[in-house]
Antibody, heavy 115, light 107 residues
Framework: EVQLKESGPGLVQPSQTLSLTCTVSGFSLTDYSVHWVRQPPGKGLEWMGVMWSGGSTAYNSALKSRLSISRDTSKSQVFLKMNSLQTEDTAIYYC?????????WGQGVMVTVSS | DIQMTQSPASLSASLGETVTIQCRASEDIYSGLAWYQQKPGKSPQLLIYGASSLQDGVPSRFSGSGSGTQYSLKISSMQTEDEGVYFCQQGLKYPYTFGAGTKLELK
């Protein structure tokens, strides 16, 4: 069974760095790419970036200067790090599998940026 | 970036009614379009990909059509469980972009 699960802190202080982990099961990170998508409360979806199955990455240019995505294939984990967080980064953060489209999603993790 | 414009922003439909949601891309996306349904407190679920292909397990009352810059999602007979927010998404170019969503409620 394909599963993705996000984990990380629920609260981050302004200007600090967010670190999230997406742990996957039921497929290999070397066969499928994994994307990060976020959703501010009550708003729409924003694509953030991708860890390609081959190991390279691509980022939304709006976030590129602050965002880093990496992985540990032995642990089936994809990591997101984003620095200089502001209140507008408050959102639910999802990881999702790329099967040409986003066919499986994690449950999401709510991240609040507040002092 | 490719802009995705959805309409309407919200609508209500009666049981059994046919519902249509529109999505327009700012440039030709060559059928590189998906539709997702999101229920409150849940993650999005893929309904349609490649503009018109039904994802496994999705009821056949859902269908997608369109080409070029204009696409639509149709629900042939509204059911209670179809309430939620529907998003379109282009998968042709990075950054992948989503429509703002259409909130569908039961009348």
């Amino acid at each position: 069974e394909v599963q993705l699960k996000e984990s990380g802190p629920g609260l981050v202080q302004p200007s600090q760095t967010l670190s999230l982990t997406c742990t996957v099961s039921g497929f290999s990170l070397t066969d499928y790419s994994v994307h990060w998508v976020r959703q501010p409360p009550g708003k729409g979806l924003e694509w953030m970036g991708v860890m390609w199955s081959g190991g390279s990455t691509a980022y939304n240019s709006a976030l590129k200067s602050r965002l880093s995505i990496s992985r540990d294939t032995s642990k089936s984990q994809v990591f997101l790090k984003m620095n200089s967080l502001q209140t507008e980064d408050t959102a639910i953060y999802y990881c999702t599998r790329d099967n040409n489209y986003f066919d499986y999603w994690g449950q999401g993790v709510m991240v609040t940026v507040s002092s | 970036d490719i802009q995705m414009t959805q309409s309407p922003a919200s609508l209500s439909a009666s049981l059994g009614e046919t519902v249509t949601i529109q999505c327009r891309a700012s440039e030709d996306i060559y059928s590189g379009l998906a539709w997702y349904q999101q229920k409150p407190g849940k993650s999005p679920q893929l309904l349609i990909y490649g503009a018109s292909s039904l994802q496994d397990g999705v009821p056949s009352r859902f269908s997608g059509s369109g080409s070029g810059t204009q696409y639509s999602l149709k629900i042939s007979s509204m059911q209670t469980e179809d309430e939620g927010v529907y998003f379109c998404q282009q998968g042709l170019k990075y950054p992948y972009t989503f429509g703002a969503g259409t909130k569908l409620e039961l009348k």
